[in-house]
C-alpha cells in the first residue's frame, strides 16, 4: 500500500497549491490561460437531423437560436437577454447572422420549394424573401453566410451543383455558378470573406475557397498524398475522413482521419485566409506555454488522442484529458493551442465566436443551455492545457490499483504503464496503467488519471458535469447502449456499463477525490462494482455510494439475466447469459445476504422450477436437471425440438410441438408421451389434482397425470387461452365464444359470447373469470358465465401479463400505455388510476396491500395496491428491466440490462 500512501501525500500538496489563481505579475506580459464561464441560459432548439446540432448562429450583433416553438430567438450576445423573438413562416433548417441581419431557410410543403429570409436583427423586420428552386423539396437548403453574402449550395443534378450567392442585407441574387461533381463534398464552411470546401477526389482531399460576392475561386490546395493506393472519390472504404473547420478570422483546418488511410496519426492542414500552409501538421494540438497572440478559437471541442504506447501491448483504451478543448492557433507560427472548459470532452458544440466570447452549446437533462465563456488573461504556475497544473503533480496511474487490491478478481495481474506525450507536453510519470490478467479469459483492467484540477471543487464541477453526461446517454433509451450502476453512484463515484445489446463495448468508472478525477475501464460490469471503491480508497477517498438501508441488496454479474429468480431453501437461483449470447452462467445466492454460494458455467439458457435441492431447466432441444448444492448437471433429455416445460408433482412435463412428454422428476426417464392428432403444437400446461390440462392447436385435452391416458378431449378450444382451478377449465375458442368446461369430464357448464376473438391472457379470480380479447378484457361470472362489464384497453400480446387480479380488484392497462387502471371485479367501477412517467414494460405483480410494475425507463414502481397511491420507485440504472418483478421471502428481485439483480426492501425499495 505504500503507492496508495504516495498518492494521499500528493493529493494534500495539490489542495494546498491547487487553489493558486492566475495571477498578474507586473513584470511578465498577460497571456491567454483560457476560458471562464460569463452567462448561461436554458434553451430548447430545434436541432439538426444529420448531426443533432442547434440551429443557431452568432454574430457581434446577436446569438439566434432557432426554438422548437417554430420561433428565431434573437439574444444579446453579452448578457444572453432576449432582445427580439421572430416568428418563422416555417420549419428552421439553417440560420446565419451578419452584417445586422438574420438569415433564415426554411423548409416548405411538397410541391413547393424551400425559402430564404432576411430579418433585421436590431427589430427583427422582415426585409427579404428567395425561393430556392434548386433545392431538395421538403428540406431546407445548406447555406453558408459570410460578411457580405448568404451563398446556397442546391441539390446535384447530371453531375454538377448549382451555387447561389445572395446579398445579405436585401436579398438579390449576386451571383450563380454551376460547378461540376469530379469529386465528393465532404465538409464545407464559411469565415467572413471566404467559403470554403473540402473534397475527396480521385488524386486525394482538395480543399477549395471562392469569393462568396462573386462565386469565383480564390485559391485551391490538393492534398494528393493523403490519399489510400486504388482509392476511389465515390468510394467511402478507401476515401479518408475528412472534417473541415473554420474561425471566423478566416483561419481554415482540415483534419483528415489516418487511420482511415491506414496510419496511426490524424493528420491536420491549416490555412490563412490568403490559402498559406501553416507549418503544422501533427493533429495534436501544442500544448506549451501560453503565447500571447491567438486566433479565435476553431468550431472544435476535442482535445485530440494521445500516441499509441511503444510497450508490448497497446493501450486498452485511447485515454486523454477529460474535459473540453477549445482549440486555437498561434498567429505567425500556426501553432495549436488547446484551452480546457469546465465540461466534458464530447458533451458541448461550439455555436460560434464574437469578440471574446466563445458560445457553446450542452445539451443536460431537458433540453440543453448555451454556455459563453470569455478569454482569460494572466499567468499560470503550469500548462494552459491542464489548467495550470503541472503534469508532475498528476499521480503515477499504477498507483491507484494494486496487485493486491486485483487479487479479489484473480491473481496474477500485472502491470503495463503508459506516459502520455501530447504535442510538445510530457507526463514524467503513467498517466494510464493496463492490468493484464493471467488467463485469456479474464478481464483487462485500464486505470487512467483523467484530469487534475487546481481545486476539489473544480473538480468536482468537472466530474459531476461528466457523470450528468453518463446519466443522460445511459437515460436515453434511443442513444445507443449505456446502462449505470445505482448502487456505486455517490461519494465520488459514478460506474456506467454497456447492455445487453452492446456487444464489445467497454464499461467505465469514473472516480472524484479531491482534485483528482480516474477512470477505470474494464468490459467486466462485476469488476467495476469491485475495484471502483477501490481505487477511491487509494486516493484517500471514503464512503459507500449511495446511502443503503433496510434489508435489501444487489449482486453485479456479467451476464444478461434471462429468467426470472426462483427462490428456494434460502437461496436465490438465476440464470444469465453472457453479451454476445453463447454461453450461459448459473448463480446461486444467499437470500439474505446475496453472496455467491457458487457460480457454475452451464448449457442450460432458462430454468423453470427449483425443488427438493433440484433446479430444472431448459437448453436447445434438452430439458435438464441440476444439483441446487453443486450446480452440477444430475441428468439430461434429449428433445427433438425447443419445447417448453413445467414441474408437476411426481414428474417433468415437456411440451409443445412434440406434443406432452412425462419425465420421472428423480431420473430423467421418460414415463409417457401424448401427441396429438395432426401434431398440433400444445401451448398451455396445468397440472391440477391428479390431471394434466393441455391446451393448444388441438383444443383442450385432459390427461391422467400418472399414465398420460385421455379423459376427455374437447376439439376447437383452447390455443393457450386457459386457465384452470378445482371449480372448472376456463378457456375460448375461435369464434369468440368462453367457456367453462367440468375438470372431471369436460362438459360445458357454461358458454358465453364475446366480440372478438379470445386473446391469450384468461385469469381467474375469485368469483370472476378475465377474458382478454382484441385490446377488451371481459369480466364474466365464474358460476354462470354472465357479463359483468368490460373495459377497452392495450391490445394484449400474448403472454403479456398486463392484466392482473385480486378477489376484490382488476389492474389492466390503458389504451395508454402509461396508464394503469383498477377496477372493481364485481361492477367494473374504476376505483382509481394512475399514470406512471413512461410506459410499462413489465407485468404488473400484486403481493397483499403492494403492487408492482415497471416502466420502460428501467424503474419499478411499488404502489398501494387499495387505493393507487405512490410507495417507491426504485431506478435500475438499466435501459430496459430484463426479469421480474418477483416477490419471495423478504425480497422484491428485479434484474435489468446492466446484470445486476437488485433485492430490493419491501418497506422502501432500497437495495444494498
Not at 167 to 188: E, F, I, K, N
Not at 657 to 679: C, F, H, M, S
Not at 815 to 835: I, K, N, T, Y
Not at 858 to 879: C, K, M, Y
Request: glycine share 12%; net charge negative.
Amino acid at each position: 500500500m505504500r503507492g496508495a500512501g504516495a498518492v494521499i501525500v500528493l493529493l494534500a500538496v495539490l489542495l494546498v497549491t491547487g487553489s493558486v489563481a492566475a495571477g498578474d505579475d507586473p513584470r511578465l506580459p498577460l497571456a491567454e490561460v483560457g476560458w471562464r464561464a460569463a452567462w448561461s441560459m436554458a434553451v430548447d432548439p430545434v436541432m439538426t437531423p444529420h448531426d443533432d446540432t442547434p440551429i443557431a448562429a452568432v454574430s457581434a450583433h446577436g446569438l439566434v437560436v432557432a426554438t422548437r416553438q417554430r420561433t428565431v430567438e434573437i439574444r444579446d450576445p453579452r448578457t444572453g437577454a432576449v432582445r427580439r423573438v421572430v416568428a418563422a413562416p416555417r420549419e428552421p433548417t439553417g440560420l446565419g447572422a451578419a452584417a445586422g441581419m438574420l438569415v433564415m431557410a426554411t423548409k416548405a410543403p411538397s410541391p413547393a420549394h424551400p425559402s430564404l429570409h432576411g430579418y433585421k436583427l436590431a427589430d427583427g423586420e422582415h426585409v427579404w424573401k428567395q425561393t430556392i428552386t434548386d433545392a431538395v423539396k421538403n428540406e431546407g437548403p445548406p447555406i453558408m453566410v459570410t460578411e457580405h453574402a448568404v451563398v446556397v449550395v442546391g441539390r446535384e443534378k447530371k453531375g454538377t451543383v448549382p451555387v447561389r450567392s445572395i446579398d445579405v442585407r436585401d436579398g438579390r441574387t449576386l451571383a450563380r455558378v454551376v460547378r461540376p461533381v469530379g469529386c465528393r463534398p465532404s465538409s464545407q464552411g464559411a469565415t467572413t470573406r471566404l467559403i470554403v470546401f473540402a473534397e475527396q477526389c480521385p488524386d486525394g482531399v482538395r480543399v477549395t475557397a471562392m469569393d462568396p460576392n462573386t462565386l469565383r475561386q480564390v485559391w485551391t490546395r490538393p492534398l494528393t498524398s493523403l490519399r489510400r493506393p486504388g482509392g476511389d472519390a465515390d468510394d467511402a472504404d478507401t476515401s479518408p475522413g475528412v472534417e473541415l473547420q473554420v474561425s471566423a478570422e478566416g483561419t481554415t483546418q482540415v483534419w483528415v482521419a489516418g487511420d482511415d488511410l491506414g496510419f496511426t496519426d490524424d493528420y491536420v492542414f491549416t490555412f490563412t485566409q490568403d490559402g498559406q500552409l501553416l507549418p503544422a501538421l501533427s493533429a495534436r494540438p501544442t500544448l506549451d506555454s501560453p503565447l500571447d497572440r491567438w486566433s479565435q478559437p476553431l468550431q472544435r471541442l476535442e482535445f485530440g488522442e494521445p500516441p499509441a504506447p511503444a510497450a508490448e501491448l497497446e493501450g486498452f483504451d485511447s485515454a486523454r484529458p477529460l474535459p473540453a478543448y477549445l482549440t486555437s492557433i498561434e498567429s505567425g507560427s500556426g501553432r495549436l493551442g488547446a484551452f480546457p472548459l469546465d465540461i466534458p470532452a464530447s458533451s458541448g458544440q461550439l455555436l460560434g465566436t464574437a469578440g471574446d466570447l466563445a458560445f457553446v452549446y450542452v445539451k443536460d437533462e431537458n433540453s440543453g443551455h448555451i454556455t459563453a465563456y470569455r478569454r482569460v488573461r494572466g499567468h499560470l504556475p503550469g500548462p494552459a492545457a491542464l489548467g495550470g497544473v503541472d503534469p508532475a503533480a498528476w499521480p503515477d496511474a499504477c498507483t491507484l490499483l494494486t496487485a493486491h487490491d486485483l487479487r479479489i478478481v484473480a491473481d496474477g495481474y500485472r502491470p503495463v504503464p503508459y506516459r502520455w506525450a501530447l504535442g510538445d507536453l510530457t507526463w514524467p510519470k503513467p498517466a494510464t496503467c493496463d492490468w493484464i490478467p493471467p488467463t485469456d479469459s479474464g478481464a483487462v483492467v485500464s486505470v487512467s488519471v483523467a484530469w487534475v484540477a487546481r481545486s476539489s471543487a473544480e473538480a468536482r464541477a468537472l466530474f459531476d458535469a461528466a457523470v450528468s453526461e453518463l446519466r443522460r446517454d445511459c437515460d436515453d433509451i434511443d442513444d445507443v447502449g449505456c446502462d449505470y450502476d445505482p448502487v456505486a453512484d455517490g461519494d465520488g463515484l459514478f460506474s456506467a456499463m454497456p447492455d445487453v445489446y452492446s456487444v464489445g463495448r467497454r464499461g467505465n468508472t469514473l472516480v472524484n477525490v479531491g482534485p483528482v478525477i480516474a477512470e477505470l475501464n474494464t468490459d467486466s460490469p462485476s469488476v467495476l462494482r469491485l475495484l471502483g471503491p477501490r481505487i477511491r480508497a487509494n486516493l484517500g477517498g471514503s464512503g459507500r455510494g449511495r446511502p443503503v438501508h433496510g434489508s435489501g441488496w444487489s449482486h453485479v454479474t456479467d451476464s444478461w439475466l434471462s429468467d426470472a429468480p426462483v427462490v428456494d431453501g434460502g437461496v436465490v437461483y438465476v440464470m444469465g447469459a453472457d453479451r454476445e449470447g453463447g454461453r450461459y452462467t448459473f448463480y446461486a445466492l444467499e437470500e439474505a445476504t446475496g453472496r455467491p454460494r457458487w457460480t457454475v458455467p452451464t448449457s442450460v439458457w432458462s430454468f423453470f422450477a427449483v425443488a427438493d435441492g433440484v433446479v430444472y431447466g431448459t437448453a436447445e432441444e434438452r430439458t435438464c436437471a441440476i444439483d441446487a448444492t453443486t450446480g452440477r448437471e444430475r441428468w439430461r433429455y434429449q428433445m427433438p425440438s425447443n419445447d417448453d416445460a413445467v414441474l408437476g408433482r411426481d414428474h417433468v412435463y415437456v411440451f409443445g410441438e412434440n406434443g406432452v412428454v412425462a419425465l420421472d422428476k428423480a431420473t430423467g426417464r421418460q414415463r409417457w408421451r401424448y401427441q396429438e392428432r395432426g401434431n398440433e403444437e400444445i401451448g398451455t400446461l396445468s397440472e391440477v389434482g391428479g390431471l394434466l390440462y393441455a391446451s393448444g392447436g388441438g383444443g383442450v385435452v385432459a390427461l391422467d397425470r400418472m399414465s398420460g391416458k385421455v379423459r376427455w378431449h374437447r376439439a376447437r378450444l383452447g390455443g393457450r387461452a386457459m386457465a384452470v382451478n378445482k371449480r372448472a377449465v376456463y378457456a375460448g375458442d375461435g369464434d369468440g365464444y368462453a367457456y367453462a368446461l367440468d375438470p372431471a369430464t369436460g362438459r360445458t357448464r357454461w358458454r358465453t359470447r364475446l366480440s372478438g376473438s379470445i386473446g391469450s391472457v384468461v385469469i381467474a379470480a375469485g368469483g370472476t373469470v378475465y377474458v382478454t380479447g382484441e385490446g377488451r378484457t371481459y369480466a364474466l361470472d365464474a358460476t354462470m358465465g354472465k357479463r359483468r362489464w368490460s373495459f377497452l384497453g392495450e391490445p394484449v400480446q400474448e403472454d403479456s401479463g398486463r392484466v392482473a387480479a385480486t378477489q376484490d380488484l382488476a389492474y389492466i392497462l390503458g389504451p395508454d400505455e402509461r396508464l394503469l387502471h383498477a377496477l372493481d371485479s364485481a361492477s367494473g367501477v374504476q376505483r382509481w388510476s394512475r399514470a406512471l412517467p413512461d410506459a410499462l414494460s413489465t407485468e404488473v405483480v400484486i403481493h397483499g396491500e403492494a403492487g408492482y410494475v415497471g416502466d420502460e425507463e428501467g424503474v419499478l414502481h411499488a404502489f398501494d395496491a387499495v387505493t393507487g397511491t405512490d410507495r417507491w420507485s426504485f431506478r435500475t440504472g438499466a435501459r430496459r428491466i430484463m426479469v421480474g418483478p418477483v416477490v419471495a421471502g423478504d425480497h422484491i428481485y428485479v434484474g435489468g440490462s446492466n446484470g445486476i439483480l437488485f433485492a430490493l426492501s419491501p418497506a422502501d425499495g432500497t437495495a444494498g
